[in-house]
T-cell receptor, first 111, second 115 residues
Framework: DGGITQSPKYLFRKEGQNVTLSCEQNLNHDAMYWYRQDPGQGLRLIYYSQIVNDFQKGDIAEGYSVSREKKESFPLTVTSAQKNPTAFYLC??????????FGPGTRLTVL | DQQVKQNSPSLSVQEGRISILNCDYT??????FLWYKKYPAEGPTFLISISSIKDKNEDGRFTVFLNKSAKHLSLHIVPSQPGDSAVYFCAASENNAGNNRKLIWGLGTSLAVNP
């Protein structure tokens, strides 16, 4: 069945290490998005991509990088330059409407 | 500056009664509004949306009302059920000339429906 998958559900990394979060969708959506959510806060946009091989910075892109080599995949790399990487990361996709559909999220904890 | 504001961080209602969640916005260029429901440690789930050309949209127990002159929208849940207990996010989208539409999110309202 169609949907958005994020793996893993929980991820632990040591400080100073880069880590890549996976996001895959089989909904044939053109646009994909990465958000982070911190306790008691809303969703903040990190990066988004409207089409393959193109992406734009969101509101808090510093310390993150993305790629969009395939329509189905939009991996997010949290680099060592990100000062506060511990958070709940959410991936979403949308067709040509504004409605975004979310994956289950990845909880990243940096030790 | 928050363009989409949910001024009530939390709301508590009795099972069977109406829940009313409010959202205000400042950008008159917003033309599409959405409500999402989120459980802890899960991704948000789309609930209902409304275009700026309408003032009401209904889907089962959920109704969204839009008052453009007041830049205000509300989500009504009737009757409220314990399973509705979650954080509700309001989001808005702007009609701009480019193709880079993105959603602007409120900070959420935590709804507790008590049995």
């Amino acid at each position: 069945d169609g949907g958005i998958t994020q793996s893993p559900k929980y991820l632990f990394r040591k400080e100073g290490q880069n880590v890549t979060l996976s996001c895959e969708q089989n909904l044939n959506h053109d646009a994909m998005y990465w958000y982070r959510q911190d306790p008691g806060q809303g969703l903040r946009l990190i990066y988004y991509s409207q089409i393959v091989n193109d992406f734009q910075k969101g509101d808090i892109a510093e310390g993150y990088s993305v790629s969009r080599e395939k329509k189905e995949s939009f991996p997010l790399t949290v680099t060592s330059a990100q000062k506060n990487p511990t958070a709940f990361y959410l991936c979403a996709s949308s067709a040509d409407t504004d409605t975004q559909y979310f994956g289950p999220g990845t909880r990243l904890t940096v030790l | 500056d928050q363009q989409v504001k949910q001024n009530s961080p939390s709301l508590s209602v009795q099972e069977g009664r109406i829940s009313i969640l409010n959202c205000d916005y400042t950008n008159s260029m917003f033309d599409y509004f959405l409500w999402y429901k989120k459980y802890p440690a899960e991704g948000p789930t789309f609930l209902i949306s409304i275009s700026s050309i309408k003032d009401k949209n209904e889907d089962g127990r959920f109704t969204v009302f839009l008052n453009k002159s007041a830049k205000h929208l509300s989500l009504h849940i009737v009757p409220s059920q314990p399973g509705d207990s979650a954080v509700y996010f309001c989001a808005a989208s702007e009609n701009n000339a480019g193709n880079n539409r993105k959603l602007i999110w409120g900070l959420g309202t935590s709804l507790a429906v008590n049995p």
